[in-house]
């Protein structure tokens, strides 16, 4: 028994081969996936502790100045000024292919600014923008680098939001997005 585990480690640290590759590549995903994934979820409070962005909907390649300019109007429409805007956590927005930590959050506690996660039926991924508005039981979100609301963003009820955005991790996110554009999905 001891001389088989011993092959096996062999097989997964020191072997080259692209059995060995594979193997060890499926391995990583299936404790992500069953074990990392969902201890991370619990401790953090949320089905999706991390999420890859990918799409440019909360890009500002601008810089901040040249963003706002371009997009003051839209945020004034929701009583949001500059000064208001540069407050906000995470005012520069994020890139496709950067990681998001995410935090099971209280309905109550969340405000204008705070970038959420939510499912919608419009989407079968979940979206990540940020609050523009609150109400009793409902948000609306609005991607920084879109230029207008989209219609599935008027009103989130608060059982379809999974968390708010904490720590943005750069290029991270990258090997889902490069894996969905092998699969033709962005």
């Known amino acids: 028994m001891k001389k088989t585990w011993k092959e096996i480690w062999h097989f997964l640290w ?3 081969s692209w059995e060995s590759l594979l193997v060890s590549a499926a391995l990583v995903l299936i404790i992500g996936k069953f074990i990392l994934l969902p201890t991370l979820g619990f401790l953090l409070g949320t089905q999706l502790p991390i999420v890859a962005v990918v799409s440019n909907s909360m890009d500002h390649d601008t810089g901040f100045n040249t963003w706002w300019e371009n997009n003051a109007e839209e945020y004034q429409n929701f009583d949001i ?3 208001e805007f540069k407050e906000f956590k ?3 927005g994020f890139n496709r292919g950067d990681a998001i930590i995410v935090v099971g959050k209280d309905f109550k506690e969340l405000k204008v600014g705070d970038i959420i996660i939510f499912q919608t039926n419009s989407r079968s991924e979940p979206i990540i923008h940020r609050i523009i508005e609150k109400g ?3 948000v609306s979100t609005k991607g ?3 230029p207008t609301q989209l219609n599935f963003e008027k ?3 608060k059982d379809d939001i999974l968390g708010v955005a904490k720590i943005k991790i750069p290029f991270i996110g990258w090997v889902k997005v490069g894996f969905l554009m092998l699969l ?3």
């Open 14 to 16: 020191k072997d080259d």
């Open 81 to 83: 000024n500059k000064s």
């Open 90 to 92: 995470m005012k520069n």
């Open 136 to 138: 009793d039981n409902w």
């Open 144 to 146: 920084d680098n879109n």
């Open 155 to 157: 009103q989130i009820h």
């Open 184 to 186: 033709g999905k962005i």
